[in-house]
């Protein structure tokens, strides 16, 4: 569980929601070349945050299985390996 829960909730949603609009934005065509630039980089930075925190839930969910009776069960990282 997150330290700071509201901190955290909703921090994927918005940076995606963030992302697309660059990216709908950056589509029109109709602003200058060093706002597209700037709106370029805030794009891929916020690429490389959704991507990491989607990876970081890959490996929660991987982590997570179920036994021979059907009990979800946490594999070490050690165990994983």
Same mark, same amino acid.
């Given at each position: 569980?997150?330290?700071? #829960? ?9 940076? @995606?929601?963030? @992302? ?5 934005? %950056?589509? =029109?065509?109709?602003? #200058? ?12 930075? @916020? ?6 925190t989607l990876n970081k839930?890959?490996?929660? %969910?991987?982590?997570?299985? =179920? ?8 594999f070490d990282e050690e165990?994983?390996?």
């Open positions: 569980m997150p330290k700071n #829960p509201s901190k955290k909730q909703g921090a994927f949603e918005s940076s @995606l929601k963030r @992302l697309e609009a660059i990216v709908e934005e %950056l589509e =029109k065509g109709n602003i #200058p070349l060093e706002d597209c630039l700037k709106l370029y980089e805030e794009g891929i930075q @916020l690429s490389k945050q959704c991507l990491e839930a890959e490996i929660r %969910l991987k982590r997570l299985s =179920k036994d021979m009776e059907g009990k979800f069960k946490l165990e994983e390996a």
